[in-house]
């Protein structure tokens, strides 16, 4: 269960999750007070390289591995957001870019990009929970390298992929992590992939990518970062 500011349950579980039965994967998630509201750092300034990395662009040989710890803390989806349309703001500035697409455009593309039924993802020493409404699942997860995918626009990115090292866990098998960023550094947000297929299926996946933010962020920092970022 993820608790936020280490006081109260970021999300009342009315039953018993499917993986809370495994002291393994059962646990509270103490990284939580790392995103306590005011305490959101971007970290070290980008070095060249890193900032260039973030627009997609870098050399195949200034990619690194990355612990799964760099993605540790309690994160939320975006896609309420989008839904409801606090991300307006984002997609009304992009629409207004030379070649841009039109509003309604955007809010197609990333209604189809965020979509997900996991509301919240907590990570901590290896251990991904997913929570879905009042659902828990966890596993702990393996690196198992990463991938470097070449788009079409002549762009490139990154896959840092993981894999669910319980066979009766419920969590996705497979994962992968994709944050414009190539090499160890905390996240500020990223893309994820889920599926139970293989790396190779996922990697496939182009049209749908989570995303989340930290969890302690409020709506309009969301925003702020999105515009700016």
Not at 157 to 162: A, I, K, P, Q
């Amino acid at each position: 269960m993820l608790y936020r500011n280490n006081l109260s349950p970021l999300i009342a579980n009315s039953g018993e999750s499917n993986d809370q039965k495994d002291p393994q994967t059962s646990r509270v998630l103490a990284s939580a007070h790392a995103f306590a509201h005011g305490n959101h750092s971007h970290g070290p300034a980008l070095t060249e390289v890193e900032r260039q990395a973030s627009e997609g662009i870098f050399a195949d040989k200034d990619v690194q591995d990355r612990a799964l710890s760099d993605w540790e803390g309690v994160w939320q989806s975006v896609n309420p957001y989008l839904l409801n349309g606090d991300l307006d703001p984002v997609l009304e500035q992009k629409a207004k870019k030379p070649g841009g697409k039109s509003v309604e455009e955007y809010r197609a593309y990333y209604k189809k990009g965020y979509a997900t039924d996991v509301e919240q993802i907590g990570i901590e020493d290896d251990v991904i929970e997913f929570h879905v409404g009042q659902t828990v699942n966890s596993c702990k997860y393996r690196y198992s390298g990463y991938k470097i995918l070449h788009y079409a626009s002549g762009k490139k990115g990154v896959r840092y992929l993981f894999e669910c090292q319980q066979g009766d866990a419920k969590a996705p098998k497979f994962v992968q992590f994709s944050d414009h960023i190539i090499g160890p550094r905390k996240s500020q947000h990223f893309h994820i992939f889920m599926g139970n297929e293989s790396q190779e299926a996922l990697l496939k996946e182009m049209d749908n990518w989570p995303t989340y933010y930290p969890y302690a962020l409020h709506k309009e920092q969301i925003v702020d970062e999105m515009l700016h970022h």
